[in-house]
């Protein structure tokens, strides 16, 4: 009996190694879907210290989605250009909104030229939580949101369904309403920007322009300070990152003339598959936002159902 038992606790001790290592070796998947009614071309920029993933800028259609794997310790941001332009043969080009300065589809390491919203996130290895957010500090051009799913803690949904770029005062406006500036960038002085004098959470203080988005979009970032209500945490997630929804404005950013596909980037867009169309705009203000396991929380789940048959049987 002593001997059952022992073997009983290796066995459960070496599944507990077993999550935490998988965990450990597997980062984070980030599911990218376009919901727009017009082609986008997502960015992504890996922060100093991080691996690059297999794209830094791609097409992706409506209805389109696509996967990436990021390895514990990553962090970065992801953001979504429009109105791009690529020439057929040159590859050469550019977007009206978040361009990256690149003139390729690929953003090869540079990032979103304001205005852009941004989701970013630091993944964590092993049991740590993975920080992550949406971002207006640079501000809008695009409805976004970020769910986590397979993970364990809060990990709430954060977003800004609202098409901010229908609201945007005079003096923010990007042309005819293609995009929303931030105040910082549109005014440039140091107590819109959180710069100088003002470059602390006791002197920057919210504007009425922060404001504004922060009432259109609660949860997510509106000025250099407001961490209270906008990063969220969660652990061993996988996340999705939505552009558009049923529920957010489908107006088209400007018309756009696409020279490339997404087989140039390495993986061609796929049709979103039903399960990833069920509303989620319930989880949003709940903050239910378990959908779908993870496929590391897949394979652990896999490994213990047989270590609990081994269990029975010995």
């Avoid at 043969?89 to 690929?106: F, I, K, P, R």
């Avoid at 986590?148 to 990990?155: P, R």
């Avoid at 929804?245 to 997404?262: F, G, H, I, W």
């Amino acid at each position: 009996m002593d001997l059952i038992m022992s073997c009983n606790c290796s066995v459960y001790i070496s599944l507990i190694v077993l999550i935490s290592f998988c965990r450990g070796i597997s980062g984070a998947t980030f599911t990218i879907i376009n919901r727009c009614e017009y082609t986008i071309w997502p960015g992504i920029l890996a922060n100093a210290g991080s691996a690059r993933l297999d794209s830094t800028g791609f097409e992706l259609v409506p209805g389109g989605s696509r996967s990436f794997q990021a390895p514990p310790n990553w962090s970065g941001r992801f953001w979504g250009r429009t109105g791009c332009t690529f020439d057929p043969n040159t590859g050469q080009g550019s977007c009206v909104t978040a361009d990256c300065g690149s003139n390729q589809v690929e953003c090869n390491g540079a990032g979103a030229n304001p205005p852009a919203t941004l989701a970013e996130f630091t993944i964590a290895p092993g049991n740590a939580q993975d920080f992550y957010d949406l971002s207006l500090v640079d501000g809008y051009n695009l409805p976004m949101v970020v769910d986590a799913s397979g993970g364990s803690g809060a990990c709430m949904s954060t977003g800004c369904v609202t098409d901010l770029n229908r609201q945007c005062p005079n003096e923010l406006r990007v042309g005819d309403g293609v995009a929303c500036k931030s105040a910082c960038e549109a005014f440039g002085s140091p107590e819109y920007c959180c710069s100088g004098a003002y470059g602390s959470p006791d002197t920057c203080k919210p504007s009425i322009y922060s404001e504004m988005f922060k009432a259109a979009c609660p949860r997510s970032y509106s000025y250099a300070y407001d961490d209270a209500t906008s990063t969220f945490t969660c652990t061993g997630a996988d996340y999705t990152i939505t552009f558009c929804t049923s529920s957010a404005s489908q107006k088209s950013a400007s018309p756009t003339t696409s020279t490339t596909n997404s087989s140039a980037s390495g993986t061609e867009s796929q049709e979103v598959p039903k399960e990833l169309n069920t509303p989620w705009l319930p989880d949003f203000f709940t903050g239910d936002s378990s959908k779908t396991l993870s496929s590391s929380t897949s394979v652990i789940a896999s490994v213990a159902s047989l270590l609990t048959l081994f269990l029975l049987y010995s």
